[in-house]
């Protein structure tokens, strides 16, 4: 396994992959991996020839006041795992080698996809994540590329954009993968201090509980809310920053259930703020 730190270099390797006929997977992440990340470059390593993932902590997708100087990093460690999984290479720029002096160009989706969820709370997130994705996928220029349900608008903000920019794509949507007590995977748990780690296991058992009053038959969303929210609320060190019911494809609000269905939180535990999902099919 190779680890390619520069855009010159990942363009030599891709054209000679490309040139001799090879499909290449690709697993676009922050690092500091856990088996959430493994998923995707397990799933990529099934049907690709090679797999790239990235290791990249972008600058351009968090806000002043977040955690982008604590987010944690261990390439050491990740690398181990990447090879374990058998990914081909790494790449893992830096951010002035992705964003030199004087950059200024920026990819953006408009409309409600990025303005719900956590395009409210989190202002240019989005524009971040789809100018450093538009950059990467043309640098891996991959066949498939993988990315965790556990991102919901995420998928659905890059399924967008790859549809209208006509990138020949395929995005492979992949499971959340959780924890055995149901806390969803994500490299900001390890933030959570002493019982924080307990108490966020309300994020999961809300969607639960939100999962069985829609199995009893109920179908009003501001009442599958309101549940949600005591639930949560009921957790001393947990601050909602929204718990949403959308349509699964353009995120619009839903008054009352039926069909493709997303059900969203972000809740702040302590220190992280952390976001986990449910979608189901409503008849
Ligand atoms: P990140 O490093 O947080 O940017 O995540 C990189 C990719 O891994 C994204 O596509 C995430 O949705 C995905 N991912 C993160 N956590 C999980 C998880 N618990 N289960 C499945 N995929 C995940």
């Not at 390593?45 to 968090?62: A, E, L």
């Not at 100018?131 to 919901?152: C, E, H, M, S």
Request: hydrophobic fraction near 35%; proline fraction near 4%.
């Amino acid at each position: 396994m190779q680890i390619i730190k520069t855009v010159a270099a990942m363009n030599g390797y891709i054209r000679e992959a490309i040139q001799s006929g090879k499909c290449i997977g690709y697993v676009p992440t922050m690092g500091y991996l856990h088996d959430g990340h493994l998923s995707l470059i397990k799933e990529a390593r099934k049907n690709n020839d090679i797999v790239v993932v990235s290791i990249f902590v972008n600058p351009t997708q968090f806000g002043p006041n977040e955690d982008l100087d604590s987010y944690p990093r261990d390439l050491d460690r990740d690398a181990a795992l990447c090879e374990v999984e058998g990914a081909d290479v790494i790449f893992h720029p830096t951010p002035e080698e992705m964003y030199p002096n004087g950059y200024s160009t920026y990819v953006e989706t408009f409309g409600e996809i990025t303005k719900k969820l956590c395009g409210a709370s989190r202002e240019g997130h989005f524009r971040g994540v789809t100018t450093v994705l538009t950059k990467l996928f043309n640098i891996v220029r991959p066949r498939n590329a993988y990315f965790g349900q556990k991102d919901a608008q995420q998928v659905a903000v890059v399924e967008k954009m790859v549809r209208e920019l006509n990138y020949d794509i395929h995005i492979v949507p992949c499971p959340i993968v959780r924890e055995k007590d149901g806390l969803a995977m994500s490299s900001r748990n390890s933030y959570l201090q002493g019982h924080e780690r307990e108490d966020a296991l309300v994020l999961s058992q809300s969607l639960e509980l939100a999962k069985q009053m829609i199995a009893d038959g109920e179908r009003s969303t501001a009442v599958i809310k309101q549940a949600m929210c005591d639930k949560i609320n009921s957790v001393e060190s947990t601050e909602i920053d929204y718990v949403e019911i959308v349509d699964a494809q353009e995120l619009e609000n839903v008054e009352t259930l039926s069909g493709d269905t997303l059900i969203a939180l972000a809740v702040k535990v302590g220190k992280p703020r952390l976001i986990d999902n449910v979608r189901l099919e409503v008849k």
